[in-house]
Every structure is written in C-alpha cells, then in structure tokens.
C-alpha cells in the first residue's frame, strides 16, 4: 500500500501543469498604455489630468496560446458619466455593466478565450472627471485541479487504509 501512495504522489509532482499565456496590445492611439504585456496576467492603465474633461476612446487587443477562460477586471477611481465598456467576444460586440458603488466603477467579465484568436476590448469615456484613472487586468485562471484533488486523494488512501487495520 506504500508503494502505492508513493507512487500516486510522485505522479502528482512529476506532472506539469501550466496555465495559458495571454498577450496584450493597445492601439497606437490609445491614451491608456499597457504596463504588463504578457504572461497570464497582463495590464492596462490611465490617468486622466488633474483638470479633466478629456474625452477617452482605447482600444485593446488580447489573445492566447491556448484555450482558456479569461476574467477580465476593470476599475474606474472615479466612474464618470457617459462611460461604456465593450468587449468583441468573436460573436459581436458585448457591451459590460459597469457597478458603481460610492464614485467608483467596477467591471468583472469572465469568458472563453479560444486559442490564437483576438479578442477586442473598448474603453470609452466621454468626459474624464479630474484626477480619474481606469485599472485594466485580464487574467487567466491556474489549473489548480489537480493539485486541489491531490491532498483529498491521499486522505482517502489514508482513511481507507485506517478503516482496514
């Protein structure tokens, strides 16, 4: 029996497990600019002036090596009138909803990111409020499954082999 468990654990750790690779781009025209580019979390930020009043319209592309779901994290400090988030899923463009909770804006959005195809994100904001900024974070989600079931695994092992003796 423990041979059998040292073999089960050694398959666990001897197994690789990787999460997809997600590549951003902004537009050239883009008044944001990404800060993190590639990896499996990648970022986009803006600040507006301290006057405000400026009108944002970025755009940015994203896509993976793999098929993988993605969670797509927006944050408005502090949400203005006229703001709209769209997201071209491969079947259209979806336009989010932004939560606003005490001047703040939050978007959360989670799909399906097939592999080497483009996604498109829109920003658009009419008029800044001053001092504003968005937070753009897009990540994909670690394939922890394995290791999640692995100790339950091994309880089980343990339980049955207690129930035995």
Known sequence: MKKVMFLIVGLLFASSVNAATLQLAGH???????SI???????????????GGETVSDHYRVRSNSLTGGYLSLTFNTLSKGTTVGIDDG??????????????????????????????????????????????????????????FAPAL????GLRSKLSA
């Open 28 to 34: 050239p025209a883009n008044d944001g600019s990404v």
């Open 37 to 51: 580019s590639s990896g499996q979390v990648v970022r986009a930020s803006w600040d507006s002036s301290k006057a």
């Open 91 to 148: 079947t259209g463009i979806v336009n989010l909803a932004i939560s606003a909770v005490s001047g703040l804006g939050f978007v959360d959005y989670f799909w399906v990111l097939s592999a080497g195809a483009i996604y498109d994100i829109y920003i658009d904001i009419v008029s800044a409020n001053a001092g504003s900024n968005y937070d753009l974070r897009i990540e994909t989600p670690i394939p922890a499954a394995l290791f999640l």
């Open 154 to 157: 091994l309880g089980f092992f």
